[in-house]
């Protein structure tokens, strides 16, 4: 019987051997192609590095909770030595600049979408967008203009550069004489009209 079970066992791990596909991690006798495991790496010298990381995060982590915990601790006295009345009226004041603020990120939000929309009817790319809105509408235009003046400059001399060619004279034309007027008076011979 002992025979029996130990065949068994035999078999089926040499059925599992054989159904690992080479160069797989759980195949060691692959050409080498693997990526190493975490246990792997952390083995090879970089336990120290993770380890410190690891504490790194710890305790920003715990900084911050430590933070709230304070922030909220302070808001709970201030709220027991309060009144019915000062209590609703603390709240209220927290409310109200909680909504200002959604408010202020809304409008910057629907000036980034309306300085977007601008620049393609301008027919400049829209994710320019982010860079040109401000706070105000005007000064939203102010910005797009000026952008808009400076790229095309920007552009503009671009192409002409390209246009010109490596070896084109840069400036064909010298107190209003071309390069061929000049040699012309040079050798002294007359001028073409």
Do not use: C
Not at 47 to 60: C, K, L, M, P
Not at 115 to 137: C, N, P
Not at 155 to 180: C, D, F, H, Y
């Amino acid at each position: 019987m002992a025979d029996e079970t130990s065949t068994q066992q035999i078999e089926q791990t040499e059925t599992q051997e054989q159904s690992v596909p080479e160069n797989t991690p759980g195949n060691q006798n692959g050409a080498g192609n693997e990526t190493p495991s975490f246990d792997d790496l952390l083995k090879n010298g970089h336990q120290a590095e993770f380890d410190r990381r690891v504490s790194e995060a710890i305790a920003t982590a715990k900084a911050n909770w430590e933070k709230a915990q304070a922030e909220e601790q302070d808001e709970a006295t201030k709220l027991a030595r309060m009144t019915a009345a000062e209590r609703e009226r603390y709240q209220l004041d927290k409310d109200r600049k909680a909504f200002a603020e959604e408010q202020a990120k809304f409008a910057a939000e629907q000036m980034k979408v309306s300085v977007g929309a601008e620049l393609q009817k301008r027919g400049l790319d829209a994710t320019f967008a982010r860079y040109l809105a401000g706070a105000t509408a005007e000064e939203s235009k102010t910005n797009i203009d000026e952008f808009e003046q400076l790229f095309r400059t920007a552009v503009q001399a671009g192409v002409n550069t390209a246009m010109r060619g490596k070896g084109a004279p840069r400036e064909p034309e010298q107190n209003g004489q071309s390069q061929l007027e000049r040699i012309r008076q040079a050798a002294g011979l007359p001028m073409k009209k």
